[in-house]
């Protein structure tokens, strides 16, 4: 069955297989631009609806790269949506060629090929919802292979370190900081050695003369202690002699 031109669309017959007699009518025209979107360039996308629900991108992509080169297929539930979203039932599909003349080409198309064969079949009904939950089940020799190498990398990091001088981990868990450590120092020169040698008997002469210092305080009020309490002596024993003196009464 050939092309039919409706209204602007071109009519396409699409057989499921070979074996089919049965087909859906696709409705194909360049897409025109409302708002640009570089996904969908104009000049370059073909705009198709009545596409049936066991249609995916890669058989649609499969039957229109006659045509050309098709660089990507977008289906959607309808023309007003912006995602790539599709739940079921019939959609509309944009199909992005790499050059104008490949769209042409396309519109001038008077079939397509069927849909599945056996070298590219399209699951439908019972095995492509035994296929889809099948996918949905993580492989385990897999997972297994993907951890193992996951433990093994992370063991290879850890001797490089090691080996490096990187980090030195405790028993408790935590990184010990030296100079091999997080921060490697550069190795001390003999002057630096002297300077830290010098510093440190500055800050020992400064302790000695301030313990020194405390000596000798400590000391001096001993001294004044002591002075004063002679003082109190003396003044106490003038004191007492003048009471004497006054008491003593010669007639």
């Known amino acids: 069955m050939s092309s039919i031109n409706i209204q602007g669309f071109t009519v396409l017959p699409l057989y499921f297989s070979k074996e ?15 708002s640009y979107d570089e996904k969908k360039p104009p000049g370059k ?21 006659v ?9 959607q539930e309808s023309a007003v949506e912006s995602d790539n979203k599709v739940k079921s039932g019939f959609k509309v599909a944009y199909i992005v060629f790499n050059k104008h003349e490949e769209l042409l080409k396309a519109l001038k198309m008077q079939e397509l090929d069927p849909l599945s064969s056996n070298e590219n079949p399209v699951l439908v009904g019972l095995s492509k919802w035994v296929h889809q939950y099948n996918s949905s089940i993580y492989n385990h020799e897999k997972l297994s292979e993907e951890v193992n190498k996951c433990i093994k990398n992370s063991d290879k990091e850890e001797e490089e370190k090691k080996a490096h001088g990187k980090e030195e981990v405790d028993d408790a868990g935590w990184t010990v900081v030296t100079k091999k450590g997080r921060n490697p120092g550069f190795a001390r020169k003999e002057s630096v050695e002297n300077k830290i040698i010098q510093k440190n008997k500055l800050k020992s002469r400064k302790k000695e003369l301030k313990n020194f210092y405390t000596f000798q305080i400590k000391e001096q ?11 109190f002596q003396d003044s106490k024993e003038k004191v007492n002699l003048m009471k004497k003196m006054r ?3 010669p007639f």
């Open 20 to 34: 089919n007699s049965g087909y859906h009518n696709i409705f194909i025209k360049e897409h025109s631009v409302r």
């Open 247 to 249: 008491n003593f009464k």
């Open 221 to 231: 009020k001993m001294k004044n202690i002591i002075a004063l309490r002679k003082n």
């Open 67 to 75: 045509a050309g080169k098709v660089k990507s297929v977008y289906l």
């Open 45 to 65: 996308t073909l705009f198709a609806v009545n596409i049936p629900p066991y249609v995916d991108e890669d058989s649609l992509k499969r039957v229109f790269s």
